[in-house]
């Protein structure tokens, strides 16, 4: 295994098919430092043009179309004392009739403390003057280049992953992507030192993040959508709009899941399905929806 230290010095707004930045070998890692979705770097200045610039594309050795790359999140470093949010829910997640009585949003500025790991709004706002949150970094938006030779805004998501906010895609997790064009193409970004589930303002707390991921070809996977394992959960994600569509997507990659790699039949798989599996809400601000379909372990049988 060898280390990589990737100091991109193009980013993408669109996860696609552009010319690689870095070539690896299969279970290779990769240390990278990221900008904020604005653009902006751990030093205050202006790299890259909003919404989500991505470093890469990080190229795979031996991935092909039916692979799966296997993403490994080993860490990620706080690199910036300053982050950001917008400060109004968005106009979607409320009644109708509210949207009018919404306050104007705004861009707000948190101060990060990377020795105690807390994020505090910067000036504090009244009622919330002893606000303050634990760091819990997430990787925002990442994947890998979809097929058709299409490359698709980082403002959304779909099969190969993208701007899909879920917060549990965080330290200590894999997520594998199914993998479309050679290379497998992997894009990351849009780092967050904390979201609520649905980025309901817009944002999480958008800063830069050192990365280190290990990137790993599995081959000849049958997965469609992205998927997830913590410590504890296995986690299937569909990514569409309407919400529903979304959910129905999540539920067939987990319910697939079951059957092939956990040996169950699909009456098994229906009856563990159907009370044991809890739903998250990764995101509803963006074009695509996310959702993410989460079975415990302590459920599963074992892995064949």
């Given at each position: 295994?060898?280390?990589?230290?990737?100091?991109?010095?193009?980013?993408?707004?669109?996860?696609?098919?552009?010319?690689?930045?870095?070539?690896?070998?299969?279970?290779?890692?990769?240390?990278?430092?990221?900008?904020?979705?604005?653009?902006?770097?751990?030093?205050?200045?202006?790299?890259?043009?909003?919404?989500?610039?991505?470093?890469?594309?990080?190229?795979?050795?031996?991935?092909?179309?039916?692979?799966?790359?296997?993403?490994?999140?080993?860490?990620?470093?706080?690199?910036?004392?300053?982050?950001?949010?917008?400060?109004?829910?968005?106009?979607?997640?409320?009644?109708?009739?509210?949207?009018?009585?919404?306050?104007?949003?705004?861009?707000?500025?948190?101060?990060?403390?990377?020795?105690?790991?807390?994020?505090?709004?910067?000036?504090?706002?009244?009622?919330?003057?002893?606000?303050?949150?634990?760091?819990?970094?997430?990787?925002?938006?990442?994947?890998?280049?979809?097929?058709?030779?299409?490359?698709?805004?980082?403002?959304?998501?779909?099969?190969?992953?993208?701007?899909?906010?879920?917060?549990?895609?965080?330290?200590?997790?894999?997520?594998?992507?199914?993998?479309?064009?050679?290379?497998?193409?992997?894009?990351?970004?849009?780092?967050?030192?904390?979201?609520?589930?649905?980025?309901?303002?817009?944002?999480?707390?958008?800063?830069?993040?050192?990365?280190?991921?290990?990137?790993?070809?599995?081959?000849?996977?049958?997965?469609?959508?992205?998927?997830?394992?913590?410590?504890?959960?296995?986690?299937?994600?569909?990514?569409?709009?309407?919400?529903?569509?979304?959910?129905?997507?999540?539920?067939?990659?987990?319910?697939?899941?079951?059957?092939?790699?956990?040996?169950?039949?699909?009456?098994?798989?229906?009856?563990l399905l159907g009370q044991v599996v809890r739903y998250d809400i990764g995101n509803v601000f963006d074009p695509a929806y996310?959702?993410?379909?989460?079975?415990?372990?302590?459920?599963?049988?074992?892995?064949?």
């Open positions: 295994m060898t280390i990589h230290r990737f100091a991109p010095t193009v980013w993408y707004n669109t996860i696609g098919s552009h010319p690689p930045a870095l070539r690896i070998a299969s279970g290779d890692t990769v240390v990278t430092e990221t900008l904020d979705s604005a653009g902006v770097d751990k030093d205050g200045n202006r790299r890259a043009s909003p919404s989500n610039p991505m470093n890469g594309p990080i190229f795979v050795e031996d991935a092909e179309p039916g692979d799966a790359l296997r993403v490994s999140i080993d860490a990620m470093r706080p690199i910036r004392a300053t982050g950001w949010t917008r400060n109004v829910l968005a106009t979607n997640v409320v009644e109708p009739d509210a949207v009018r009585n919404l306050p104007p949003s705004e861009v707000v500025n948190w101060a990060i403390d990377r020795n105690a790991q807390t994020a505090r709004l910067d000036p504090p706002v009244a009622g919330l003057e002893h606000f303050v949150l634990p760091l819990e970094p997430m990787i925002g938006c990442f994947g890998v280049a979809p097929s058709l030779g299409q490359a698709i805004s980082t403002a959304t998501s779909g099969e190969f992953g993208g701007n899909m906010d879920y917060r549990l895609l965080c330290p200590g997790s894999v997520v594998w992507f199914p993998v479309a064009v050679p290379g497998a193409l992997f894009h990351v970004g849009d780092c967050h030192a904390a979201q609520g589930d649905g980025e309901i303002v817009g944002t999480g707390i958008e800063t830069c993040y050192e990365v280190t991921v290990t990137l790993t070809v599995e081959k000849r996977s049958s997965q469609v959508w992205p998927r997830a394992e913590t410590a504890d959960d296995i986690i299937a994600i569909g990514n569409a709009r309407p919400l529903d569509q979304a959910l129905q997507h999540a539920t067939t990659e987990m319910l697939n899941w079951l059957v092939a790699d956990y040996g169950l039949d699909k009456v098994a798989a229906s009856h996310t959702v993410a379909c989460r079975v415990a372990k302590r459920w599963l049988p074992p892995r064949r």
